[in-house]
């Protein structure tokens, strides 16, 4: 039960840390969280549908469509994640939101979505290969769900954690956690194409494993965070610290206003 | 009209070199070795496979079980998801000399194997 218990909770570490960061953009634009269930619902749906069709898609692409798929989604994340980042520095700050609430809807909801069906097929499969096994199943079922209920937790301390923050360190902190989060989305994207031979594959630039180990409780947390790889690719790293400075320079940039002034006498709208 | 030319030729120069330079990359090597790993009633078979150091190599990973194992290794920076009775494959490497252990992760405790590059 112990094995059910982190199989599910590192799945659900991820994609918790992303929900909340989200709950907390929701309430920096000022939306109300109306939105929430139908990225909920449609994220669970989706896992559920991909795992019914991962064997096919698996066999795409001369047997890459698995890692494509995986790929994909983390870099329609990443995307979306950058999208929101940049919004939080127009809108909160300088009440000059790019695009309208629909949008700035539609950006949470497919961020959220994707994130939930990216880690929940996972979930779905790992369970679902246990539904033969009668026995084996009440133990896997109890252990994944208190690896959830742990998962949920964090994400449950991030956002009132977040919230908690003077408003202006808010508008701060959001941001960068955002800018990571889509960062180690970005990396892992590009490790599953190097797994799929899409991309060139290399020896790795460093081995941090001394330090902080890959299996270690802190090394699987950073891992949920940030994507925390211990032997990264040279390939691998610079796409992680190019889309961090990226997106910080460009949520940055977000913030100065027409006149090339920062505004820091901005009401957020919190 | 002419503003957009320069910027759009140029996004498809960048690419147009990109994908040359990668192709250049990946017909340069010879093609990678293979090697096949069965999982049977959760474990590997081989459970130690050794490859050439500094090279990839392709995994041909088929999961004889019915049920579904995912093959995972922190050392390789590699996961997959192998449904029952599929064949999945996996490029690791270029290698370091040294020992990589895999497990499958939905059965950590038999499912346990190692990469061997020398």
Known sequence: MLSAVIIILREALEASLIVSTLLVSSRIFGISNRWTPWALVSGVAGAAITALFLGTISEW???AGQELLN????ILVTLLL?????????????????????????????????????????????IYGFSYNGQMLVPVLLGGGIGLGIGISV?????????????RYILI????????????MASEAVLYLIQANWLPSQMPLWDTGGWISEPSLLGQLLYALIAYEATPTPLQ????GFTLLLILSLTAWGTISKDGNHDKSGRPAL | MAKNNPGRSGIICFFGILWLAMTAVSTAA???PVIEIEIRGHLFFPSEIKVPADRKVKLKVHNADPTPEEFESYELNREKVIMGGQTATIFIGPLRPGRYPFFGEFHPETAQGVVIAE
């Open chain 1, 237 to 240: 790293a610079g796409v992680h």
């Open chain 1, 155 to 167: 994400g449950v301390l991030v956002y009132y954690g977040l919230l908690g923050l003077p408003a």
């Open chain 1, 61 to 63: 692409f001369e047997g």
């Open chain 1, 82 to 126: 950058t999208g929101i980042s940049f919004c939080i520095a127009r809108c909160a700050r300088r009440n000059k939101c790019p695009v309208g609430i629909r949008a700035m809807q539609a950006m949470l909801i497919g961020a959220m979505a994707t994130a939930i069906i990216r880690e929940g097929t996972e979930i779905v499969i790992y």
């Open chain 1, 71 to 74: 790929a994909a989604m983390l």
């Open chain 1, 173 to 184: 902190v959001t941001p960068v956690l955002i800018a990571l989060v889509a960062s180690g």
């Open chain 2, 30 to 32: 010879a093609a990678p």
